[in-house]
Each structure stands twice: as structure tokens, then as C-alpha cells.
């Protein structure tokens, strides 16, 4: 909206005067001949009244004046001198005109509506800028995770992310090279299931509290299809903890065969992984 032409017009409708308005530093410029024919007085009493408020410092002269490429009646292109509506209302003071009086109430209501105008649409484009950004960010986070295939070190899932919380946990375990070792007090053939996902020759040890005639049972079935994995009694344990080539420790919320069913957190804690690790010697 910066420097559009706008047309005043005088309450008589004798006057009608096209005025360069400039929004953004919400003003009007107005040159020498438009302020003469808008306070109906000479071009050399206007320039008197000018040349006496820059001389008694009433208004600073390189800050109230412009020059614009204006086209004259030759057809000629001229850059003229402009002032803006500080100086305009500082010479309407002066000539004490009706006019004056009827171009100040206009030009504060015209400047007011474009000042509203353009906070909206600043708003609007300040809104539709961060939304932009907000976007790009996750593409960026997502394109990140996708190259690097990094898992997140801790979050959150809530009760009937089932799959999502399923998905998590077999990527951490396709991730493994070596080793798994799961310490977790309530497994069953669910859990089972899912180390089923690791590569071959990827050695499992479960740790956990109670060893049933079923649960033995769903070991000694998957040991017959897949690499054995070795499942041992261990009753010093309340968490879950899942270790990963031994130097992963992801601490687990909720047991493997409950995943998604409520909700639980989870964190990783690499630098704790040697602790359990001798532990569990």
C-alpha cells in the first residue's frame, strides 16, 4: 500500500486533488501546487510559511520532504519537491483556512483506516509467515529422521496408539546388531512376536520374574522356527528396560505385550547401560 494515489476531495466538491499516500510511514505528500490549490493561497505565500517553520526549527526540513518522478503538461518527467502532512497541517495552521480545518479531519481519518487496513493484513501475513515456518520446521524434523533413520530418545504414547507403539518398539529392535536383553516381568507370546522381528543372529536374553509352564512353552515353539533366545528368572527388577547391542538402554513404561493398551512414557539412557549391565552379571 506504500505510495498510492488517492483522491480528496473538498466538502463543496470544488476541490479534487490527487495525493500520493504513503502507508508505511503513514503519510501524504503534497507538492508546492497541490498545497497552494488546497488552501486557495499563492505558491509564494505558501512557500513563505514553509521556509518560516523550517527557520524556526518547528519542523525538520530533510525529515518532512521528498522528491517524486512527477509527468508535467509537456509530457516531461521532473522530480518535485513533496511534503508530507506534518508540513502540509503545520502551513494549514498557519493560513488558518476552512479548507485546513476540513483537509485535517479527512487526511487523520484516511491515514486511521489505512493504518487499520494494513495491522490487518500484517497480521494476516505475520499468521500465514509463521504457519509457513511451523510447516517447514516439520518437514524439516521429519526429512531429518527419515535420512538419518534416528529414533526419537523419549516421548510419549497415549491409550489405542497400539500400532503406533508396536511400530516404535520393532524398529528399535530391527536396529540391533548383536544383542537384545529384555527386562520385563510380564511376557508372553506377544512379546515373542516381536523379538521375531530381529536379524538373524542377533542373540536375545529375557530377564523376568515369573516363568510359566505357558510361557515355556511359546519359547520352546518360537527357539524351533528362529534363533533360540534364552529367557532367565530375575525378580530385582519393577521397570522395563531394553538393551540394545549393549550400549542402548531405552527404559520402557509399560510392559512389551501391553504396548498402546494405556498410556506410557519412554526414555533413553545410554549412560546408564553399563550399570544394569553389571547388574545383571
Known sequence: MSNEIILYQSDDLQKRI???IDSEKETFWLSLNQISELFERD???ISRHLKNI???QELIRDSVVAFFATT???GKTYNVEHFNLDAVLSVGYRVN????TQFRIWATNVLRDYMLKGYALNQRVNRIENTVESLANKVQEIDFQIKSKDLPDKGLYFDGQVYDAYQFVSEIIKNAKSSIILIDNYVDDTVLTLLSKRK???QVTIY?????KQLSLDVEKHNSQYPKLIIKLFKQSHDRFLIIDRKELYHIGASLKDLGKRWFGFSRMDSLCGDILNKLK
Open 43 to 45: 505558491k509564494s505565500v
Open 97 to 100: 483556512s476552512k479548507r485546513g
Open 18 to 20: 490527487e495525493l500520493r
Open 72 to 74: 508535467a503538461s509537456d
Open 208 to 212: 523376568t520374574a515369573k516363568i510359566t
Open 200 to 202: 538373524k543372529n542377533v
Open 54 to 56: 523550517f527557520k524556526e
